[in-house]
């Protein structure tokens, strides 16, 4: 079976009602980075960090997929489907995808500040004094400014071995993820879909939202 390979990013969410962080009016433009995405910000003034990060995750429980994330998994049908993203949401799964994997985290988790332990976190919120079974404050399980990008190795992996890569909702402006694309050497298609694409020479570009051409392209892969 062949397979495909979907890397999405903010867009995909945005239209789920997810604010993204880059765009105008994103959430860098209300929230200073330094304070609320680096380990710094989070020993300067944790409350403030997990106070930021306990709105986001209220928001995501609250938010469903969008016909994006559903069309996608028809795409099992006829391939063998991972999906790779940098949302640090759950609208993917929420949507039954079954092979996600999360570049920068988690929202629905936190970890240890000692030993990156991961726990789930029931409910919306993470607190002062949310502790692991070692004593240590949690922190969410999400890739701040400095740290290392979770699972690249794995994607850059992936993405070689897929027939179709598919971009979904992405600047491909965040990098390492960004890069994922110079590894798709194997690929029969690369397709980019976003409201304002990057033109990249050799790939398909597909400029519009999300939920109305993701299912439109997905038909169109499956009736080759």
Not at 26 to 52: A, C, H, M, Q, R
Not at 153 to 177: C, Q, Y
Request: proline letters at 3%.
């Amino acid at each position: 079976m062949k397979k495909v390979v979907v890397f999405t990013g903010a867009g995909i969410s945005a239209e789920s009602g997810l604010a993204t962080f880059r765009d105008k009016d994103g959430l860098w433009d209300k929230y200073n980075l330094e304070d609320i995405s680096t380990y710094s910000g989070f020993e300067n003034n944790p409350t403030k960090v997990l106070n930021f990060y306990n709105q986001r995750r209220l928001k995501m429980i609250n938010a469903k997929p969008n016909k994006a994330h559903f069309a996608l998994n028809k795409l099992c049908e006829k391939y063998e489907l991972t999906i790779i993203t940098q949302n640090i949401d759950d609208l993917h799964e929420k949507s039954g995808s079954e092979r996600v994997i999360h570049l920068h985290g988690k929202l629905n988790q936190a970890k240890s500040i000692i030993n990156d332990k991961i726990y789930e976190i029931n409910g919306a919120e993470l607190n002062v004094g949310d502790l692991c079974e070692l004593g240590a404050q949690l922190r969410p399980n999400v890739v701040w400014f400095g740290e290392e990008v979770e699972n690249m190795d794995l994607a850059i992996n992936l993405v070689m071995e897929a027939s179709i890569f598919i971009i979904i909702g992405t600047s491909l402006n965040v990098f390492p993820a960004a890069s994922l694309i110079d590894n798709a050497v194997n690929s029969e298609r690369i397709i980019l879909i976003d409201l304002k694409p990057n033109f990249i020479n050799g790939i398909e570009i597909h400029s519009g939202n999300a939920t109305d051409l993701v299912p439109k392209i997905i038909d169109e892969i499956l009736n080759l």
